[in-house]
């Protein structure tokens, strides 16, 4: 994905599509490629200057920006200097303070006292002092995974994943509908499966589409077209919502595919640890959602990047979790000092037993979850628990004490992604003008005619189609509640009975 400020559509027509690059920019994504090549060892504002003499040769600026933004993604900057910037500065400022600098004179002199404390010389001492701001960082490294041709290949899916960030509905027709509705389902978006007349349509949504936008879901959006990409045959339209206009976006596999590389967005793991754990824990599909090294938590002076957040689905609150592993009593030592100092923030940190630091950790106000050779998923659950009895409280609050949807059938996730809320808020709220089937909120009227409907002696997929008129996919319990049930005949299919 690109940030929004590189993207480039084209309005014509009322429509929305972006503009992607084609064969004709490979030599573009060369230069682009070569010129980050030729700044290892030099300052980031050298190359960026290098960067924007290529814009005028260019389509569109953003074109070269955008090239560049994702060529970063494999860069390594880092900052060169005779003494720690931060020391430097310190030392320079109170040299400063002390002599009373107006002149350059004077700055010359504060510079001079400063270096001979830190025992480095006037000059090395200049160039530290502002080493650690991005200009003046240095370019130490760059591998690069794609070659032109891959560049402008990513370039087009990042560009039409940014075109996705404000879509409000997704339509898509995939040769691999499994994979589709997999990839949805693991991004947590709710989904409804039509019928056309070039065949099924997943027709998918935020659950905050009708209450509240967030980054979140667009997204969400775009990291689901990545899995669409990767098939054969595949079309997607989307609604977007262009500041206020709603346009139309068509993408198809002729616009967008995916290079044949790891994609940049895939989670790392410091320990195996911390991968078992994120698998287990991203597999229960809670309210919660995993984000892997979330943003940076001021820790005095420092700052900490915690290993995970847990970011609740439903408001704006968020836990951070750290996992501490048998690590040495150095390293155990400065993790105490950061938790000590770390801002104000509601915090989990798994604790090997081998430490013996649980209490340290509990003492800084964090609570400590012991665990020796892997994390227990279900001590995390519990813990988040207790926030979530609280948050659930205040969403229910929300709510009205009773609910009417319009339609006649309705899924309590459905009804509750409606009103932004967990399926949990909604134990307490009645919904009287429907029957709660299994998961689903069924009108009597349309229980009336499923009961004329279904018989004895139908087939499970002729019983299916029917249900399916009426939107409904929860066999088993609406067969239940009409006193019916399938005799099951092996994995073929089955047929209905009465039940006993």
Same mark, same amino acid.
């Given at each position: ?11 014509? $027509? ?8 084609? &064969? ?8 682009v490629l070569g010129t980050f090549a030729d700044h290892v060892d030099r300052p980031r504002a050298t190359l960026e ?11 569109? !600026? ?30 320079? !400022? ?19 006292? %400063?270096?001979?404390? #830190? ?5 090395? =001492?200049?160039?530290? =002092? ?14 690069? &995974?794609?070659?032109?041709? $891959? ?34 389902? &693991? ?10 007349? %070039? ?10 589409? =009708? ?7 667009? +997204? ?57 754990? %994120? ?10 959602? =995993? ?5 940076? #938590?001021?820790? $005095?002076? &420092? ?22 592993? !048998?690590?040495?009593?150095?390293? @155990? ?37 012991p665990y020796s050779g892997s994390v227990r998923v279900k001590d995390v659950v519990d813990a988040l628990r207790h ?25 309590? /996730? ?31 009227? @349309? ?6 409907? *279904? ?6 997929? /002729?019983? /299916? ?15 239940? +509640?009409?006193?019916?049930?399938? /005799?099951?005949?092996? *994995? ?6 009465? %039940?006993?």
């Open positions: 994905m690109l940030t929004k400020d590189l993207l480039r559509v084209s309005r014509a $027509g009322g429509g929305y599509h972006p503009q992607f690059a084609d &064969r004709a920019h490979r030599p573009l994504a060369a230069r200057d290098a960067l924007a003499d290529l814009e005028p040769d260019a389509d569109h !600026f953003k074109l070269v920006r955008g090239f560049a933004a994702l060529c970063e993604r494999d860069a390594t900057f880092e900052t060169r200097a005779a003494v720690p910037p931060e020391r430097a500065r310190r030392l320079t !400022f109170e040299a400063a303070e002390d002599i009373g600098v107006v002149t350059e004179d004077d700055r010359d002199r504060a510079l001079a006292r %400063a270096a001979d404390r #830190l025992g480095v010389d006037a000059g090395a =001492l200049d160039d530290a =002092l502002y080493a650690d701001r991005d200009p003046r960082q240095i370019l130490s490294d760059f591998d690069p &995974r794609w070659d032109p041709d $891959g560049l402008v290949e990513q370039y087009n899916l990042s560009l039409a994943q940014t075109a996705l960030f404000d879509a409000v509905e997704v339509r898509v027709r995939s040769s691999d509908p499994r994979t589709l509705l997999s990839a949805v389902k &693991r991004l947590g978006l709710m989904y409804e499966i039509r019928r056309t007349d %070039a065949g099924r349509e997943v027709v998918v949504t935020g659950p905050d589409h =009708l209450f509240r936008r967030t980054r979140r879901y667009g +997204t969400a959006f775009a990291r689901l077209l990545r899995s669409v990409a990767k098939t054969d045959d595949w079309r997607l339209e989307a609604t977007v919502d262009d500041r206020g206009t709603e346009r139309e976006l068509v993408l198809t596999d002729d616009d967008v595919s995916v290079p044949g590389v790891d994609p940049v967005t895939e989670p790392t793991y410091d320990s195996g640890v911390e991968a078992d754990f %994120a698998a287990r824990f991203t597999a229960l599909d809670l309210d919660w959602d =995993l984000v892997r090294e979330p943003e940076p #938590l001021a820790a $005095g002076t &420092r700052v900490m990047i915690p290993d995970f957040a847990f970011e609740y689905r439903y408001a704006d609150f968020t836990v951070f979790f750290e996992i501490m592993g !048998f690590w040495t009593p150095e390293y @155990v030592s400065k993790k105490l000092d950061q938790l000590a100092t770390v801002e104000d923030v509601e915090m989990l940190v798994a604790v090997d037993e081998s430490l013996g630091v649980g209490e340290d950790i509990e003492a800084r106000d964090h609570r400590a979850i926030y979530e009895e609280e948050l659930v409280a205040e969403t229910r609050a929300t709510l009205p004490d009773e609910l009417r949807p319009d339609a006649d059938v309705v899924t309590l /996730e459905q009804l509750a992604a409606d009103h932004g809320v967990s399926v949990d808020a909604l134990d307490d709220v009645a919904v009287p003008d429907h029957d709660r089937v299994g998961r689903t909120l069924v009108r009597p009227a @349309v229980l009336d005619d499923l009961r004329d409907r *279904l018989e004895p002696g139908q087939t499970l997929a /002729e019983a /299916e189609a029917i249900l399916d008129e009426y939107g409904v996919d929860d066999t088993s319990a609406v067969c239940s +509640t009409l006193g019916l049930r399938v /005799e099951w005949e092996g *994995l073929s299919g089955g047929t209905l009975r009465r %039940a006993d």
